[in-house]
């Protein structure tokens, strides 16, 4: 599986890509830090699943879902909780509240 994590802050990229680059089943980890890279490496490369952050400059990871189709899986990683219902509503796999664990 092909992965593409979309996060603004680089640790928080780069903790997650760490994460799922020690899964087996995922072949690879590309990264975006706002919603135009997003976009741009979904058209590239259409990866299997998106890790996706809520709060970024420019378009948001919630809005960004909308631009997206078809849309593979997205799990959201979120600084805060108060975002999951309207995740949930767009139909994403699953909504995580950093700080993130292994």
């Known amino acids: 599986m ?3 994590v979309v ?3 680089p640790v928080s990229c780069a ?3 760490h994460y799922l680059e020690s899964v087996p089943a995922v072949l690879s980890v590309a990264t975006a830090r706002n919603g135009q ?3 741009e490496e979904i ?3 259409t990866p ?3 890790v996706l952050d809520v709060e970024m400059p420019g378009i948001s990871g919630l ?3 909308s631009l997206i189709s078809p849309r593979p899986p997205v799990i959201v990683v979120s600084g805060s909780s108060g975002y999951a219902a309207r995740a949930f509503d767009l ?3 699953d909504y995580v509240v950093k700080p993130v664990s292994m």
């Open 2 to 4: 092909h992965s593409l």
């Open 7 to 9: 996060d603004d802050d």
């Open 15 to 17: 903790l997650m890509r």
């Open 37 to 39: 890279e997003a976009t």
């Open 43 to 45: 058209a590239r490369k």
């Open 48 to 50: 299997d699943f998106l």
């Open 63 to 65: 809005d960004l879902l």
């Open 91 to 93: 139909d994403v796999a």
